[in-house]
């Protein structure tokens, strides 16, 4: 079974641009994560969606946004993009929304704002 | 707030030395837990998980977690450590709701032959 899949695997963009990731879950995973990771801060969710709704969203600005399509797979979208944007992204599939999930991730997008 | 807290930022022993790495977190209901590690170059593998039952977890690689319901800890063990576990390791909880995974900010582990 194929795991999670994010593409680009590595991003450079300058200030101000917008920039879209995409991950595809695992085959059968409907609910896909968002999360920033960077040295110091860890992991921070950015948000979750399943079925093609969002359904929790973490502590970031409207600049940050995603989205399901019917397939599962997902697209989150950055605009006007600051350097403090930089940093690895990654997604998170699993199953569905019950309580005992165990996420699994993909190997992120790298992000440099220069 | 829900939060998770490892106090370990950055660890290093040497092959064949015992590993604890701590993990703390605050919420007063029923939590999931998790230990991710994250190796160079590579994404995050899930090492262990407890839902309920036996508070002591077995996972791969020979590691181990303890949850303390009244410490509200689940700190990860491993008896004796080698050069291959040199990663990053996450501790993270999952609400009993479902809400959202949180997770710590990383205990950087460096094992030196």
């Known amino acids: 079974k194929a795991g999670v899949t994010q593409t680009p695997r590595y991003l450079i963009k300058t200030r101000g641009q917008q920039v879209t990731l995409s991950c595809s879950p695992i085959?059968?995973?409907?609910?896909v994560s968002w999360y920033q990771q960077t040295p110091g801060q860890g992991l921070q969710f950015l948000f979750e969606?399943?079925?093609?709704?969002?359904?929790n969203k973490g502590n970031f600005p409207g600049r940050f946004s995603g989205r399901q399509f019917s397939n599962s797979r997902s697209e989150m979208n950055v605009s006007t993009l600051e350097l403090g944007d930089s940093a690895l992204y990654l997604c998170?599939?699993?199953?569905?929304?019950?309580?005992?999930?165990?996420?699994?991730f993909g190997p992120g997008t790298r992000l440099t704002v220069l | 707030a829900q939060s998770v807290s490892q106090h370990n930022h950055h660890v290093i022993l040497s092959e064949a030395a015992s590993l604890e790495l701590g993990c703390n977190y605050s919420?007063?209901?029923?939590?999931?837990l998790f230990w991710y590690v994250q190796y160079p170059g590579q994404h995050l593998q899930l090492l262990l998980k407890y839902f309920s039952g036996d508070p002591l977890v077995k996972g791969i690689k020979g590691f181990e977690a303890e949850f303390i319901k009244s410490k509200f800890s689940f700190n990860l063990r491993k008896p004796s450590v080698q050069w291959s576990d040199t990663a990053e390791y996450f501790c993270?909880?999952?609400?009993?709701?479902?809400?959202?995974?949180?997770f710590g900010t990383g205990t950087s582990l460096t094992v030196i032959p």
């Open positions: 969606y399943f079925s093609e709704t969002q359904r």
């Open positions: 993270a909880i999952d609400l009993s709701t479902g809400n959202q995974f949180y």
């Open positions: 919420y007063g209901g029923t939590v999931n």
């Open positions: 085959s059968g995973h409907r609910s």
């Open positions: 998170a599939s699993s199953l569905a929304l019950t309580s005992r999930r165990s996420p699994f």
